[in-house]
Nanobody, 122 residues
Framework: QVLLVDSGGGLVQAGGSLRLSCAPASGYSMHAVAWYRQAPGKQRDWVASITDDGSTDYANSVKGRFTVSRDDSKNTAWMQMNSLKPEDTAVYSC?????????????????WGQGTQVTVSS
């Protein structure tokens, strides 16, 4: 069963924009959400986070260009990426812990999306 789906990647020219989405499977809600990225041949790096109450934090490399947000009524988190650069090219994945509002005892920790490819051409 796929518990977390991230989407919205694509091919864009430098200076362009993309918006990534992250949403859990039906019946689950998300705690704090973090976005990571991994470029070919490189380690996975943290990009940005948003807490349950909406506080955000960003890696220096994306600060001022990327914005994370969430709408718990839509059970979705987003990362708006503007002024994209070729060095932003990577597979982007969201990460969270899931819980059930209907069944309080149900938690699933350390859940990753499948990843979405972002390619920025120069």
């Amino acid at each position: 069963q796929v518990l977390l789906v991230d989407s919205g990647g694509g091919l864009v020219q430098a200076g362009g924009s993309l918006r990534l989405s992250c949403a859990p499977a039906s019946g689950y809600s998300m705690h704090a959400v973090a976005w990571y990225r991994q470029a070919p041949g490189k380690q996975r790096d943290w990009v940005a986070s948003i807490t349950d109450d909406g506080s955000t934090d960003y890696a220096n490399s994306v600060k001022g260009r990327f914005t994370v947000s969430r709408d718990d009524s839509k059970n979705t988190a987003w990362m708006q990426m503007n002024s994209l650069k070729p060095e932003d090219t990577a597979v982007y994945s969201c990460h969270t812990d899931l819980y059930s509002k209907d069944f309080p005892g149900i938690h699933v920790s350390d859940v990753w999306g499948q990843g979405t490819q972002v390619t920025v051409s120069s």
